[in-house]
Nanobody, 125 residues
Framework: QVQLEESGGGPVQAGGSLRLSCTAS????????MGWFRQYPGKKREVVAA????????HYAAHAKGRFTISRDNDRHTLSLQMDSLNANDTAMYYC??????????????????WGQGTQVTVSS
C-alpha cells in the first residue's frame, strides 16, 4: 500500500500561482505513475495531470495544459504541481494519487492504488 501526503494548498488571488507537493512512501517510487486530481463539492474527482514513473511522460487535462506543470523527484519520492494563472474555476480540493501502471491505462481513468488526504486550493477574484 502506498501512503501519500499533500501540502501547499491555501488561498491565492486570481492570476496568482501556487505549488502543491506530495510525498510518497510504502512503495517503490519509480514504479508509480503519479498524478493530481481535483474535486468540487458534490462532484466526482477529475484528473488534472499525471507523470510516468521515470518522469519521461507527462499528461495534462485540457484545463491544465499551458498553466500547470507536473514534476517529480524520484530520489526524494516527491511530486509537485506548479499552478500558474489561477482562476476561480481552480478552486477545489486537490488530491495526489499513485498507481503502479502506465498512467493512461489506469490512473488517468481514476483507478488508483492510493490517494492522499487532499489539500484545499481557494482562488479569490
Amino acid at each position: 500500500q502506498v501512503q501519500l501526503e499533500e501540502s501547499g494548498g491555501g488561498p491565492v488571488q486570481a492570476g496568482g500561482s501556487l505549488r502543491l507537493s506530495c510525498t510518497a512512501s510504502g512503495y517503490t517510487y519509480h514504479y508509480l505513475c503519479m498524478g493530481w486530481f481535483r474535486q468540487y463539492p458534490g462532484k466526482k474527482r477529475e484528473v488534472v495531470a499525471a507523470i510516468e514513473g521515470d518522469g519521461g511522460g507527462t499528461h495534462y487535462a485540457a484545463h491544465a495544459k499551458g498553466r500547470f506543470t507536473i514534476s517529480r523527484d524520484n530520489d526524494r519520492h516527491t511530486l509537485s504541481l506548479q499552478m500558474d494563472s489561477l482562476n476561480a474555476n481552480d478552486t477545489a480540493m486537490y488530491y495526489c494519487a499513485a498507481d503502479p501502471s502506465q498512467c493512461r491505462s489506469r490512473l488517468w481513468l481514476g483507478y488508483v492504488l492510493g490517494w492522499g488526504q487532499g489539500t484545499q486550493v481557494t482562488v479569490s477574484s
